[in-house]
């Protein structure tokens, strides 16, 4: 077993596993310690393909490097020397033995609990043949001039615990949370602690509490030595045997806890994996007996440890062995933004602003709405549409107007420029996305983005109670197209369905279709000009839209203005329309594999 400090306040390790709080805790208790270095060197996640992770010590952010293996961490941080694993029970053995192997590691915390035994037991040789130092399994780690992952939990409980500066007192225990409880005890009955190990509750931890104890009796700093065993195993009687032979000969306080199994007729378990009741000799009663006979104080009860532990301090100042630790001012740690955002100290602007959803609860929102209610009730897309862009929730009939908009306007062929991009970027060999972006791009007055100003010009004629011939000859005059009037391949004798479709749904289920009507009459004057300016679905959605906002009772007039001018009605047609460039993307990507290929596919619709 290594004697001596294993710690110092240069001492630095490699992170195993990377968690953000007791990395962070750690760096927290380097600064206010005094440190002017990290003692985080490296962090090893597996897989990983190296970078960074950017953390505080103090109020600097400074960046510690992240490895994919522990063989390029230690290669690469020679002076790291502890090895912390937060690997899981199932891979704590083999990442422990790694770092074992490793020449420049000395001491591997392992702090995952229920380490297979024999594992553990292997790693226990390796150690012990090699000269290194295992603390754990299911250990919290220690705390000293170095601290080991959570061990002492928060920063206020540091702070008061009084472990930014060394104290007189070597601390060993096998549990964790009593560990918390007796940094406590010590800062209140001493000038505190030097070093503390929990070397964890596994029946078979990979030091023992005799070890430390020894190491203890070599550090010239420790004036005394706080014991707290558990009963279970026979770990107490090593430290026995060490008081007996002399070879620990500073004061020893110790208590062994678990002294009510006595009182139940069968065996007991007490949460750690090695702290049950068995023969006599496993008792706590027969460890305390055997640890006073070897000359510890060991007093009554647990009540009676701070008092024990505060009397033998005393009695080591007033002899002259102790000179008590000053008290030092520690620097202020600066508190995260999340957590005095929370305490409401602190008002933060936002970066980015939406109204529209909302993740940070159990489940997401579309304005208010949970995906559960979306998903069991009666939705369709219109009504994620309604929920999204327009933030309210619209009578069915709209939200099914919405949805029909969307059907009928997914495609319309190759030959249009949308379509044609789409599909000359995808026999490219290019990926879908930049197929559907080379498309969309082409969106404009010439295809599919006349919706908007379609109901522009209608509201704005309609709401003056412009005639269908002054409106049109006054666009002529100014050289304005009208859009929404106007096909290629429509004509008054071959009408375009989809129009005829969205006409007659809202003539039987809009309260009014009153912008419809004057666009109908607008193509009946400009029918008298050619057969082909007819009123195309560009149009009728337009018109159409401006009749749902006007009549449904869910908009004001402001905000029908406002739905028009940002340009929400075209936003639909580039809803509608990725449908279709996806589809073409995708018909082209599969009729270039020929392994694939359908018989009807040899009749194939191109331009």
């Known amino acids: 077993m290594v004697l001596g400090q294993l710690f110092s306040p240069q001492t630095q390790a490699i992170f195993f596993n990377w968690k953000e709080k007791p990395v962070q805790r750690m760096l927290d208790f380097d600064y206010v310690c005094g440190r002017e270095t990290p003692s985080v060197a490296a962090i090893v996640q597996p897989g990983s393909s190296g970078g960074f992770q950017k953390l505080f010590f103090g109020k600097a952010e400074i960046a510690i490097p992240v490895y994919g293996s522990t063989a390029e961490a230690t290669r690469k941080h020679p002076k790291a020397d502890v090895f912390i694993n937060y690997a899981s029970f199932r891979s704590a053995y083999e990442s422990s033995l790694e770092a074992l192997k490793a020449a420049t590691i000395r001491v591997v915390a392992i ?98 509490l005799s070890d430390h104890c020894l190491r203890y009796e070599h550090v010239p700093a420790i004036k005394m030595i706080v014991v707290l065993g558990e009963l279970g195993g026979r770990d107490e009687y090593g430290l026995v045997e060490a008081m007996k032979a002399e070879a620990i000969t500073k004061p020893v306080v110790a208590w062994v806890s678990g002294t009510c199994a006595k009182l139940f007729k069968s065996e007991v378990q007490f949460g750690h994996a090695g702290a049950r009741s068995g023969g006599d000799l496993d008792s706590a009663q027969a460890k305390n007996a055997a640890l006073r006979d070897a000359g510890a104080l060991v007093p009554e009860s647990f009540e009676g440890l701070e008092g024990a532990i505060r009397s033998t301090y005393q009695r080591l100042v007033q002899s002259g062995v102790l000179i008590p630790a000053k008290d030092v001012e520690p620097p202020p740690i600066p508190q995260d933004l999340a957590s005095a955002v929370a305490a409401g100290k602190v008002r933060v602007p936002t970066h980015i602003v939406s109204t529209i959803c909302d993740d940070r609860g159990d489940e997401p929102t579309y304005y208010g709405v949970t995906m559960s209610e979306l998903i069991e009730g009666d939705y369709g897309v219109g009504d994620v549409i309604s929920l999204l862009w327009f933030k309210r929730k619209l009578p069915k009939y709209a939200s099914k107007f919405i949805e029909m908009c969307v059907m009928l306007c997914a495609d319309h062929g190759p030959c249009v420029s949308g379509a044609h991009n789409a599909i000359v970027t995808s026999r490219a060999g290019k990926d879908l996305v930049s197929c559907l972006v080379s498309g969309l791009l082409t969106i404009g007055p010439r295809f599919g983005g006349a919706i908007d100003d379609a109901a522009r010009l209608f509201k704005a004629a309609c709401d003056a109670g412009q005639s269908p011939q002054d409106f049109v000859e006054g666009l002529k005059k100014k050289g304005i197209r009208v859009s929404g009037i106007g096909h290629r391949i429509k004509s008054k004798d071959n009408r375009d369905k989809r129009v005829e479709l969205l006409q007659n749904y809202a003539r039987k289920f809009f309260p009014s279709t009153r912008y419809l009507e004057y666009a109908v009459s607008v193509e009946s004057y400009t029918l008298q000009k050619a057969p082909n300016l007819v009123l195309n679905v560009d149009g009728c959605i337009g018109a159409l839209f401006l009749d749902l906002l006007a009549s449904s009772g869910c908009f004001t007039e402001a905000e029908a203005v406002q739905i028009v001018e940002i340009g929400y009605l075209n936003a639909l047609f580039v809803v509608a329309r990725s449908i279709g460039l996806v589809g073409h993307a995708l018909d082209q990507k599969r009729l270039q594999q020929p392994l694939y290929r359908h018989p009807w596919e040899d009749v194939l619709y191109t331009s």
């Open 111 to 208: 702090i995952a609990e229920g380490v297979p035994e024999k594992d553990t037991k292997h790693l226990i040789a390796y150690a012990r043949a090699n000269n290194k130092v295992i603390i754990g399994p299911a250990t919290v780690g220690g705390a000293g001039a170095f601290k080991i992952g959570d061990t002492a939990g928060t920063l206020d409980n540091i702070l008061a615990c009084k472990l930014h500066r060394p104290g007189s007192v070597g601390f060993v225990s096998k549990s964790g949370g009593m560990s918390n409880e007796m940094y406590n005890v010590l800062a209140r009955a001493t000038d505190g602690l030097y070093e503390g190990i929990a070397i964890g509750g596994d029946t078979f931890p990979g030091s023992t």
